[in-house]
T-cell receptor
Framework: DTAVSQTPKYLVTQMGNDKSIKCEQN?????MYWYKQDSKKFLKIMFS???????INETVPNRFSPKSPDKAHLNLHINSLELGDSAVYFC??????????????FGEGSRLTVL | QKEVEQDPGPLSVPEGAIVSLNCTYS??????FMWYRQYSRKGPELLMY????GNKEDGRFTAQVDKSSKYISLFIRDSQPSDSATYLC????????????FGTGTRLLVSP
C-alpha cells in the first residue's frame, strides 16, 4: 500500500491551461509538502501544511494554489500554465518530532510538461 | 551564493569502491543534516540524519559533519551497482517547522 501517492504521474498540457495534482498520504502524518524539482534535479520547497494550516509559503507565483481539505490530502492547482512550470512536482509528508524535524516521505512525483 | 553547494557529478566508480559525496553550506545557522537517495523516476528517500559534528554510521553508510568548515560528507563502503542513484544532501534549521534546503544532488554510477 503506497504511503504517499500522487496523481497524475504524467501531465502534458498547453501553455495557458489550468491543471491540478492530487496527493494523499496514509501514514497519519500531520505535515505535508509540495516540492518542485527542475531539470537540473534541484529540489525546492513550495508549500507546507500542518494539520490543514499553511505554514510555509515560499516565493511562488500566485498561479500556484495549494489546498488541504484534511491532513491526509494536499492538492496543488496551477492556473495559466507557463513553459517554466515544466518540472517534476513531489508531494511529501512527515511527522515532526518536538524539535521540528522529521523524515520526509516522498511520493513518486508528477511530471508536468508544458508545451 | 547558493545556501548549499553540491557537485552534480556524475561520479563513476567500480563495484567495491569507497565513495565520498560532499556538500558545503554557507549559513552556520543550519543545525541538522540529512542525506536522501533518489533513484531514477522515483521520489527521494532518507538515508541518514544527524545533528552534531562528527560521524554517524549505518551499515555501509557513514555521514560526517564538520560544522566549523560547513562541510558534510556521505561515505559509502563496498559500493554496489544498486547504489547507483542521485544523492541529495539536505540541511535545516530548528524553527519549529521543517524547511529543508536541498543540494542539487550528485549522480553516482557504480559499475559491476
Amino acid at each position: 500500500d503506497t504511503a504517499v501517492s500522487q496523481t497524475p504521474k504524467y501531465l502534458v498540457t498547453q501553455m495557458g491551461n489550468d491543471k491540478s495534482i492530487k496527493c494523499e498520504q496514509n501514514l497519519g502524518h500531520d505535515t505535508m509538502y509540495w516540492y518542485k524539482q527542475d531539470s537540473k534535479k534541484f529540489l525546492k520547497i513550495m508549500f507546507s501544511y500542518n494539520n490543514k494550516e499553511l505554514i510555509i509559503n515560499e516565493t511562488v507565483p500566485n498561479r500556484f494554489s495549494p489546498k488541504s481539505p484534511d491532513k491526509a490530502h494536499l492538492n496543488l492547482h496551477i492556473n495559466s500554465l507557463e513553459l517554466g512550470d515544466s518540472a517534476v512536482y513531489f508531494c511529501a509528508s512527515s511527522q515532526l518530532e518536538r524539535n521540528g524535524v522529521g523524515e520526509l516521505f516522498f511520493g513518486e512525483g508528477s511530471r508536468l510538461t508544458v508545451l | 551564493q547558493k545556501e548549499v553547494e553540491q557537485d552534480p557529478g556524475p561520479l563513476s566508480v567500480p563495484e567495491g569502491a569507497i565513495v565520498s559525496l560532499n556538500c558545503t553550506y554557507s549559513n552556520s545557522a543550519f543545525q541538522y543534516f540529512m542525506w536522501y537517495r533518489q533513484y531514477s523516476r522515483k521520489g527521494p528517500e532518507l538515508l541518514m540524519y544527524t545533528y552534531s559534528s562528527g560521524n554517524k554510521e549505518d551499515g555501509r553508510f557513514t555521514a560526517q559533519v564538520d560544522k566549523s568548515s560547513k562541510y558534510i560528507s556521505l561515505f559509502i563502503r563496498d559500493s554496489q551497482p544498486s547504489d547507483s542513484a542521485t544523492y541529495l544532501c539536505a540541511i535545516g534549521k530548528n524553527t519549529g517547522f521543517q524547511k529543508l534546503v536541498f543540494g542539487t544532488g550528485t549522480r553516482l554510477l557504480v559499475s559491476p
